[in-house]
């Protein structure tokens, strides 16, 4: 990629200056781990385009449904939009286009041919469907082999459906078998079928990615109570039906996000009380916040800062759980280490015991093979993915500290390639940098970005939800979802001055509405700065300025195809800023106006005299643009700009003898669709009395 | 920096009647900071162009291309179309531009898209006024700085006309009065005293009395030649 000042040389060499986009990132492609394009697919969803936008999620993330309804959305919490009112709601954005689409409204790429080695994954969660799925694409013949009898990991068999139906898993796992990925359910690798067994069947290389399969206990006394819970073995219970008795006086003894589950799932199944135990206070707790609330609004309630010593057993049956004080959890290292006052214990009074304080590995499937481990875990290289024995690699939870499903997607993904490289005869190097993230925005630029707040989701209230596991919060409808990715600055996406073409004739820093350009040798502007609103670029005498986030000629190309498809007679362009318009109306499903060819963008900030122009010299009979009224498009001044250039185009036209009616403006794309179809109209009948 | 206006489009049309194939060649010095002669406007004057030869039923079309400066010729090797591939090339840069190309391109006709008309500042967004008249032999010591030559209709040199007329000038009343203007400024500057001096009438030969103006410096002309 281009270093430093962009030159009439650098573009050359672009296929387009679309490419330019790689120069820096946005802060949320940076922080997800998968480095899911975001912008680009928030601007597909902004322009109606769910399929677009589903296909450049899972250009990257496999699991999209899944993430879309669990994901912890790291790019959320880096979205520079913070700074300017709220983060874009992007996993909410997600979810609606992956369920949208289904497994079936996204694109396969299976290569034609796939014929290179059989490799055997085991384990069919989010790491090892996803190496699965690159190997497949790559062209290798995947086989993954799964001990449950659903493949998708912990979210098909653990996550509680309330947060994570089973459909929505579904939807990822069949997409992913779509590409030639073969699951085999019900199969335990190590009980029966070993490892050593599979190299032999004609596998090449071996994945492991079984996860952490087992839940961790305290050796206290009465641990082996039946009325003691392990966590996943109860979650996989309540996920498969079978409702396991809870007693009526829950004690839960964990404070992360696993514990949550099994104390909301407690809830649901009928407990009276439901009470979490954790040794951290409300801070350290590692649960996300949102989760401790939710929990608290259906009714559980925390004990902070206690340890488990005894369960108390009587008659048979447990009556409560003897607990110590914690005087602290982290040392001054801030690594776990807790420390108790022994001569501070309570009594709390509980039936049931669920405890939720982690999940560990179940190397199982090391018997009777050479394979290393140490202390529990896996002998593993983690800039490899190898294990002790050539042709094993390994990924997911079972080697790497415990995360979230999009961490396992990236674990996978990445072990695909070190495979691949093996395979092929290569050392395994994989390069894991990636470009410069663009800098929060400063205080000056957004004061000037337009404010709309971040949407809500609905959800249903504790009352109604805490008696059953139906999901309580409800996908978004259309209209919520347009305003919401119209939210997203598209950040990194701005204007880039070409050097040598630059006068510092100062036009750019003269019309930019948000003050950006600076004119030093030439023009700079800087991309934590720039909104890419386009409005230098429309104005540059010099033609210097170029978008990143799209091509130069994208709407001359766009017009002629438009023109293409138009049926003979009077050919009208329309050129609408779609800040406020519908789905239908940017994907072209509205009725259309017959002989007018709409075509819809961000903002008409972007269009400018030469567009105008030549769109008529591409054959059109007349030009409309519909713009938003300044104060209602995303940029300002859009419209003040956008009426001189069409007043400009119309003097034009009049000194060579054509009809300046030939261009028409209507300030009506805020107004919704009649009120636009009208406008149209109005003009087609100007432009044609001609 | 050198301002220039655009060309009635009949003129240029005109002009460009003998020719089919045309080179809209636009500079990306002075007349592009005055928006006139930059790339963007080749564009348009490219599309205007081609629409009025469509509308007019004229076989002419129109290419554009932009150089850094036309008056330098190690610039044209930056050219991505070559004048030689078309019948006449429409240069939007100044007079200079036009000239100098012309020279190096002794095959092709070059033709003056642009009317170059002084040498000025940009004094608002979108405006440009004449500053200077470059008559080779400079007054603005004793002028505090305000060209008489360049901004008095009549390049006076010994203090006002008779048509001044409450601070404009007889020739155009939206025009400031430049005499009025010097005054002024020598006033506010404490240097009145400069216009007791009687100017002797100005040397025009550094004008252009003496045919076409040329400067050489030697340390570096010596070296090339
Ligand atoms: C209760 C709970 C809630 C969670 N909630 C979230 C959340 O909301 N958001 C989020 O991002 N993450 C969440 N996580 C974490 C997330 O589920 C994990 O990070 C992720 O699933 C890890 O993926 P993996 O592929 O490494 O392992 P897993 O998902 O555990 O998949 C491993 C698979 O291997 C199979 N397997 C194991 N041993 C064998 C064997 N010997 N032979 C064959 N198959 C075998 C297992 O059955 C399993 O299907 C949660 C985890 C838990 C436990
Ligand atoms: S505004 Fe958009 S591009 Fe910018 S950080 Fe947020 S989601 Fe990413
Ligand atoms: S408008 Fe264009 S030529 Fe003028 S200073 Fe900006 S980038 Fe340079
Ligand atoms: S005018 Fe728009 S695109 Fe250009 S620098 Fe300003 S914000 Fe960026």
Redesign the interface.
Known sequence: MIDGDLTTRDLARLKSTAELMAREWAPCRNGCPVHADVRAYLQCIAEGDWRAAIDVIREQLPFAAVCGRVCHHPCEDNCRRQDVDERVAIRELKRFVAETQGATGCTVNKPKKQDKARVAVIGAGPAGLSAALELAKLGYRPTVFEKASVAGGIPATTIPRYRLPLEVVRIDVDWICAHGVEIVTGVEIGKGKTIARLRGDGFEAVVIATGLASSRSLPIPNADHKDVHLVLDFLQAVSAGEAPNVGQNVLVIGGGNVAMDAARSAVRLGAKTVRAMCLENEEEMPAWSWEQEEARDEGVEFIHRRGPVEIIVKDGKIVGMKARRVTRVFNEQKKFDPQYDDSDVIDVACDTVIFAIGQMADLGFIEGGELAAERGRLTYTAATHETSVAGVFACGEIVTPPGSVVEACASGRRCAKAVDQFLSGKSIQIDDSTPPVIDTIPEATAEKVLKVDRVTVPTDAAEKRKTNFEQFEHTLDEAAVLREARRCMGCGGGAEVIVDKCAACLTCLRVCPFDIPVVTDVARIESDKCQACGICIAECPANAIVPRSRAVDELVRRTAAALAKTPKGKKIIAYIGGFRCTADEWMGRSEPIPGVAELYHASTSRLGVPELLHALEAGADGVVVVSCPDGTDRYPTTATRTKKRVEQARELLGEIGLSPEKVQLAETADKGRDAVREAIREAVVKITEE | MIVAERK??DEI?EMLAPYKKVLVLAC??CV??C?TG????A??LA??????AR??GLDLHADFD?I?RQCDREFIE?LTKQPADYDAVLSIACGVGVGFMSELFPDTPFLPGLNTTFYGA?VA?GVWAEYCHGCGDCVLAWTGGICPIARCSKSLLNGSCGGTNQGKCEVDPDMDCAWLKIYQRLESLGQLDNLRKLRPPKDWSKDRGKGVRRLTHKELSELES
């Open positions: 009635p489009m049309l990306g010095s592009t900071v928006l930059g790339e963007k406007q564009e348009e599309s205007m162009l081609n629409l009025a509308a007019k932009c850094t930056n940009n967004d």
